[in-house]
């Protein structure tokens, strides 16, 4: 057995119950990682240095196969439904004996790392994969301990990722053979029958959402986040595909995150150390930050290139239109490090509206915030679920509910006491379509969205004219600067002004509809900002 390491990790696996392995490859450098991967006909190196690999059957996270196990802790405690899916203990006890007897005469790469940026409420994570580029993965989206800190460092939660270990669904109690299980009370998540690497991310995730608000009282959030030069935070909630980490990659903004944090009673901090971006047809003038991020060191996952050549044709969606890409935070020019910044100043929710019926942008009261915070409004973005072809209309409650085991309204709760004591401005953005629904419409563009948020974030819309959207009541102004006046009301925007209305009261409907199951725990004042049909 061949371990390279100053440590020695078999004791951890022997404990585990991870026995007879062939190689352990412990906390590897990147370079190693990557030499490994090429060497063993896994991946490539592309002209621009990174590395491209393929996930293979699955291309994004598969919801309906990731499982949380139902014991004394999380009976009561996780909100059950479509996707906190219960699993017994005695059929976790099985995939575990499964997976761990999985990796016998087999090279295992673990790594050290940690979760959450403020030392407060740091969760120390193993990570045990079976391919060197899944630990890379791991290395770039997790904050990274020092080598004084590895010496005697307690791994708080593991996870071990076997893509070749194949769920029986009918003695391991799964859906299919692919699976994503957490278990809080072993604190412990076990990936198997799927090689994409969002499952590692979005576990850890869903752990947070559960220990930090549960046992901590901070507020874990689907959110990126950056600084302005002034030292003001601004966070902005979405859903993938709707444009977090564009917005916030912002050159003239200092990036705290791009995708998950916590806000705690007087800081913002990232969970992760890295990114893991969208990167379907990214550009250089489009998002120079995330394409500049783009080198030795990164990953890229089920990219194409252009024939006969090394470089990336990120236009190509043969593969699957959630091309992705995982790098260090660092690798922004202008990451803030360590990852922290103070309580938000501007809070923006972005929803991709499909309908073309939300003004581009918009300001909110704070019933009318917590009202589209639980709302979670948006369309289901191309590529980033299993079979999602197209935009699909969906309310995901907190912007995040496929990761939160915890009732929508606790985190919204959580929040409504965020605003009252901090009285940040809450900003809806529509990054979808204008002037017709998908498929009609066009999607508005990115420079108008750019001009908007940079716009709320100077205080340039402080002082303008408003004007109230008949049906959602969110306030419109009435001009900005960088942005044609006539697209700010979407209603405008549309050739048949009796067809906007009629899509408008639709939309409605559906929000008063989806609200229904949260109405008997809803304060009047968060029910006054439901849509005015």
Known sequence: MQVSSVRNPVADLLELGIRQTSHIFYQLEPTELISQTVALGQGAILSNGALAVNTGQFTGRSPKDKFIVKDALTASTVNWNDFNIPFSPENFDKLYDRITRYFAGKDVWMREGYACADPSYRVNIRVITESPWANLFAYNMFLRPSEEELEDIHADWTIIQAPGCLADPATDGTRQSN?????????????????????????????????????????????????????????????????????????????????EHGWSADNVFNFEGGCYAKCIDLSEEKEPQIFHAIREGALLENIMCHPGTSDVNYADKCITENTRVSYPLHYIDNAVIPSVGGVPDNIFFLTCDAYGVLPPISRLTPEQAMYQFISGYTARVAGTETGVTEPTTTFSTCFGAPFLPLHPVQYASLLGEKLRSHKATVWLINTGWTGGSYGTGQRIRLSYTRAMVSAALNGQLDKLAYKDHPVFGVSIPESCPGVPSEILDPRNTWADKSAYAQRANELGVKFVRNFEKYAAQATPEILSASPRI
Do not use: Q
């Open 179 to 259: 699976f994503a299980v957490v278990n809080f009370s072993r604190k412990m998540i076990l990936i198997g029958g799927t090689a994409y690497t969002g499952e590692i991310k979005k576990g850890i995730f869903t752990i947070l959402n559960y220990v930090l608000p549960h046992e901590h009282g901070v507020l874990s959030m689907h959110c990126s986040a950056n600084l302005g030069a002034k030292g003001d935070t601004a966070i902005f909630f979405g859903l993938s595909g709707t444009g977090k980490t564009t917005l916030s990659a912002d050159p003239d903004r200092r990036l705290i995150g791009d995708d």
